[in-house]
């Protein structure tokens, strides 16, 4: 075999396997994204519960939840014997049920705060280091996020697109004359009545 037969073999061989070499880092590549995507991809489980402010629609994953809301449907009676094994929502259900027993003033569930914008998210965030009990404006929110006053509305909007009712608990907050002027909208004066007599009621002193 003549030299430049050889060389020309030895190339093709060379060849060859970069070509496979490639191959199987597309593969690799194709197989990650896979998985990427798969563990994007998550189960979301509602269960509608009944609660002293109303019915409750709770959705979450197997890691955090996903929102509550208060919910009002036709067939509320039949959808509130709902079951679920998530195991985010027996744990909620059950310090939901100790909140309103006034027996819990820390909810432990985690929630998944990457749902809301940037601005909500800063805003939920903060909400959720007011003490149990107490009560906060919206102007005073604003000012302790290093926010002008003016951005008060805004607050009040982010309270009102709150996803998380009790665990981000706009309940506690109130106009900067001390008044209860909403919750959840202003059909929830009322709940927000429930929710801050329940809080002080069980105020350890």
């Keep these: 075999m003549n030299n430049k037969i050889r060389k020309s073999i030895e190339n093709n061989n060379n060849n060859n396997d970069d070509d496979d070499d490639d191959n199987n880092k597309k593969l690799k590549i194709e197989k990650e994204e896979k998985e990427e995507k798969e563990e994007e991809i998550k189960i979301i489980n509602s269960f509608i519960l009944k609660s002293p402010i109303g019915a409750l629609k709770i959705t979450a994953d ?31 259900n059950q310090e939901l049920d100790q909140y309103f027993n ?27 280091t007011i003490p149990y009990g107490s009560t906060l404006s919206y102007s005073s929110v604003a000012t302790q996020l290093g926010l002008d006053k003016k951005y008060a509305r805004a607050i009040a909007t982010s309270c009102r697109l709150n996803i998380f009712l009790l ?39």
Excluded: M
């Design 167 to 205: 665990l981000v608990p706009c309940h506690r907050i109130i106009s900067s004359n001390g008044k209860v002027i909403g919750y959840s909208g202003k059909k929830g004066i009322d709940k927000q009545f429930i929710l801050s007599n329940i809080e002080k009621a069980n105020i350890k002193t």
């Design 62 to 92: 197997d890691k955090s939840l996903h929102g509550i809301r208060l919910y009002e449907s036709k067939n509320l009676d039949e959808e509130c014997k709902n079951k679920t094994n998530n195991k985010i929502i027996l744990q909620i």
């Design 102 to 128: 006034g027996k819990l003033q820390e909810f432990k569930t985690p929630i998944n705060l990457e749902l809301g914008t940037e601005f909500q998210r800063k805003v939920w965030t903060h909400l959720r």
